[in-house]
């Protein structure tokens, strides 16, 4: 979702693609409309220093020549203790050491997902939204990893695909230069019309959508597993559930500590989880800067004006900001992140089951209740199916 407000335009939810993206090859021109950015991400770490996400040689020397066989000790005992890696705090243990975990403030970083103890959050979480920690944590590319970061340089150029963040038009502009391409070649598109049942007639489906019937052969549907269940009239599984993102847009005035577009929050305070600088993209706006902050709903902080004092608290103490910090607009988003526990797992796979033998494909974040945290993994998971057609 885009907004312009008072002249700053601001998102909530993922902005970033790739030039390599395959969208961009479907929809010739549409790159071009998007705009070029330099990736480069931040984190605000327990001690109030802001070094590189996930991590760097820098901060594993700044916490002192005492720490580092103390950090690398944990990190083999971690390793032979979590081989059985079932919940997200084992799958970070085994990768960066319980020691590491909790000085690093990655630990702080993914209870601030769901409000959960990573203990409670089941490994599928892990593996779909922490793949970096694998990446940079694993033994074997470790080597590897350490010469990148000592010769950035040796990178080869042509492996690096540009950042691109989409139009400063609005996401509007961008999906809508998709539907009219679509459009042409024959897709049909239907907006804002409420959804009220999903019948099935041997194999016709009925969908009822405002003051009309569509009739299918086929249904593919990418909105939440208990809306579409409860649409269909098939049994509810009441242990899915979603957290509800709260993403505050504010202007600000001022210098800030970090200069990236990324700012992740280790610290072990605040309720918010990342924030994104839009004026990095677009420009300022009368000297001003301007940013979304992702705030997932706690059951102490909930309300758009508690979370944004919560956040000003939090940053001024730690002076990531150096200036007054406004509120122009929030977004609040129901289902944002499916929230995967230990036990949720059997239920997704039974829900998404009972929507097939009833001839539904649910697909998606919503629908397929997976975590999907950037289009990388739509791609990869559309190309494994299409070599399963193949």
């Avoid at 975990?101 to 997902?113: H, K, T």
């Avoid at 979480?125 to 350490?146: E, H, L, T």
């Avoid at 929230?339 to 998404?352: C, N």
Wanted: aromatic share 14%; charged share 20%.
């Amino acid at each position: 979702m885009s907004i312009d407000i008072n002249g700053y335009s601001f998102d909530s939810g993922s902005i970033f693609f790739w030039d390599d993206n395959p969208q961009f090859v479907m929809f010739p021109g549409l790159l071009e409309r998007c705009v070029p950015v330099d990736y480069a991400l931040n984190k605000l770490r327990p001690d109030g220093r802001v070094s590189n996400y996930p991590f760097s040689l820098e901060e594993f020397f700044s916490y002192g020549l005492l720490s580092l066989p103390r950090i690398f000790t944990s990190l083999l005992i971690s390793k032979w203790r979590s081989r059985k890696i079932r919940t997200a705090k084992e799958f970070m243990e085994y990768y960066v050491g319980r020691y590491f975990n909790i000085i690093s403030g990655l630990e702080n970083y993914v209870r601030r997902f769901y409000n959960l103890d990573p203990a409670l959050i089941g490994s599928d979480f892990a593996s779909a939204r922490m793949g970096w920690i694998r990446d940079n944590g694993s033994f074997r590319r470790a080597p590897r990893n350490v010469w990148l970061r000592l010769f950035p340089s040796r990178q080869r150029e042509h492996t690096q695909a540009q950042t691109v963040v989409r139009p400063r038009a609005g996401f509007a502009d961008y999906y809508g230069f998709m539907t009219d391409a679509l459009g042409a070649s024959g897709v049909r598109f239907q907006f804002g019309r409420e959804l009220q049942s999903i019948k099935r007639v041997g194999d016709i489906f009925e969908v009822r959508a405002g003051d009309q019937s569509f009739l299918a052969h086929h249904i593919t549907s990418t909105i939440p597993v208990d809306i579409v269940l409860k649409l269909a009239g098939l049994r509810a599984f009441p242990g899915l559930n979603s957290s509800r993102l709260i993403t505050l847009c504010c202007s600000f005035v001022g210098k800030c500590k970090s200069s990236s577009i990324v700012l992740y929050n280790f610290d072990k305070q605040g309720v918010w989880k990342r924030l994104t600088v839009h004026s990095n993209s677009y420009g300022e706006v009368r000297g001003a800067q301007y940013m979304s902050i992702e705030c997932l709903c706690t059951p102490e902080l909930f309300d758009v004006n508690q979370l944004f004092s919560d956040f000003v608290s939090h940053v001024n103490s730690r002076k990531i900001f150096q200036g007054e910090i406004n509120l122009e607009y929030a977004f609040e988003l129901d289902y944002s992140y499916p929230i995967y526990t230990v036990t949720s797992q059997k239920e997704r796979e039974l829900a998404l089951s009972t929507l097939r033998e009833f001839g539904i494909n649910s697909v998606g974040r919503q629908g397929g209740f997976k975590y999907i945290p950037h289009s990388t993994l739509i791609i990869d998971s559309i190309r494994r199916w299409r070599r399963t057609l193949a």
